[in-house]
């Protein structure tokens, strides 16, 4: 059987075949056995506190009735997941985003999600170098633990998704193409060794390298990717076919 990082790359080559926001939604609950998680959620941060979820929105694989009360309740604005997404780059779980107990809205939204099977959560913040930000989440109605490789494989996984999901969104709306990324050998080679789990270092001595000179090409080519971080860099990679 494939480990868990093998698993999230299979599944990254079925998204990018993907025609539509539903068949990626579709893709998504399918995983969803595989990587331990029942429900998803995948939406861009309204900037103003008088704007609807439903404006951002991109997939959603939430229950229906939490999808609705979470809108008609404006639920976005108040919940500590959300919060912690503007804050943080880095990937978390829903126990570690705070709130003032006092605070009965934030505090609401955390005990009401579970009697709709959103027991437990890991939310992947997405911010690009325009500003946007996004979120993706993935939810259990169990109380299981992610590992850390399940926890880096849906990391990664969040990312192309929603990357793919913007791509989809951009070619049915007519958004303007953008021009093809390049990158140098080095830097797609450096890129490669990143996604198969290698740090800085380890890519530096496979390559014969200064570490200082591996951390550069991997930044030079987040920069040409748009990507804000290591793992963002490498779903851009993939998504461009830099690598296969």
Not at 29 to 46: K, S
Not at 87 to 112: I, K, L
């Amino acid at each position: 059987m494939l480990n868990i990082r093998a698993q999230a790359f299979e599944l990254i080559d079925r998204l990018a075949e993907l025609p539509s926001e539903v068949s990626l939604a579709a893709e998504l609950r399918r995983a969803g056995d595989l990587f331990g998680f029942d429900n998803f959620f995948m939406t861009g941060l309204p900037a103003r506190p008088d704007e609807r979820l439903e404006k951002y929105a991109m997939v959603s694989g939430w229950p229906d009735e939490w999808l609705s009360r979470y809108t008609d309740y404006g639920y976005v604005h108040v919940d500590p997941v959300i919060r912690k997404i503007r804050a943080t780059t880095m990937p978390f779980m829903w126990d570690e985003a705070p709130y003032d107990r006092d605070d009965h809205a934030a505090a609401r939204v955390m005990s009401e999600s579970p009697d709709f099977g959103l027991v437990v959560g890991m939310t992947v913040p997405i911010h690009t170098v325009k500003g946007f930000t996004a979120g993706v989440c993935f939810s259990s109605r169990h109380r299981l633990h992610w590992n850390g490789e399940t926890r880096a494989a849906l990391h990664l996984i969040a990312i192309y998704a929603h990357a793919r999901a913007v791509e989809l969104i951009e070619a049915r709306t007519d958004a303007p193409s953008k021009p093809p990324v390049r990158l140098s050998a080095r830097e797609v080679e450096c890129l490669r060794w990143t996604a198969a789990g290698k740090t800085a270092w380890e890519i530096s001595v496979i390559l014969r390298l200064s570490e200082h000179t591996v951390t550069g090409y991997l930044q030079s080519a987040a920069v040409k990717l748009g990507a804000v971080n290591r793992i963002q860099a490498v779903a851009e990679a993939i998504r461009h076919r830099h690598i296969i």
